[in-house]
Nanobody, 122 residues
Framework: VQLQASGGGLVQPGGSLRLSCAPSGRTFRTYLMGWFRQAPGKEREFVAAIGWSGVVTSYADSVKGRFTISRDNAKNTVSLQMNSLKPEDTAVYYC????????????????WGQGTQVTVSS
């Protein structure tokens, strides 16, 4: 599975951005998908994940109520809608995929995509 993330950019505090991830491969719908981020000088951290059917989701406490992860298996895309952005959301965001379970995804995903920069600043 190859992952291509896009949609990052510069946004003012309180603004919104939508990230997209386009996995390749015929088995996309069997993978859990997730987003991680890494801010300068910090370790990479889990942001959100979504199950195979798109019904089950999981979020880091820091983004609950502001970020929404979704997937469209027919279009082979996973999205992260980010609202009410804060300066502390500034980071490189990575898409990830795992064929096992949420715990496996959060600990060590099978696949990583390249990152996309999100900068929240006035």
């Amino acid at each position: 599975v190859q992952l291509q993330a896009s949609g990052g950019g510069l946004v003012q505090p309180g603004g919104s951005l939508r990230l997209s991830c386009a996995p390749s491969g015929r088995t996309f719908r069997t993978y859990l998908m997730g987003w991680f981020r890494q801010a300068p000088g910090k370790e990479r951290e889990f942001v959100a994940a979504i199950g195979w059917s798109g019904v089950v989701t999981s979020y880091a406490d820091s983004v609950k109520g502001r970020f929404t992860i979704s997937r469209d298996n027919a279009k082979n895309t996973v999205s992260l809608q980010m609202n009410s952005l804060k300066p502390e959301d500034t980071a490189v965001y990575y898409c990830a995929a795992d064929g096992n379970g949420l715990g496996s995804l959060r600990e060590s995903p099978d696949y990583w995509g390249q990152g996309t920069q999100v900068t929240v600043s006035s």
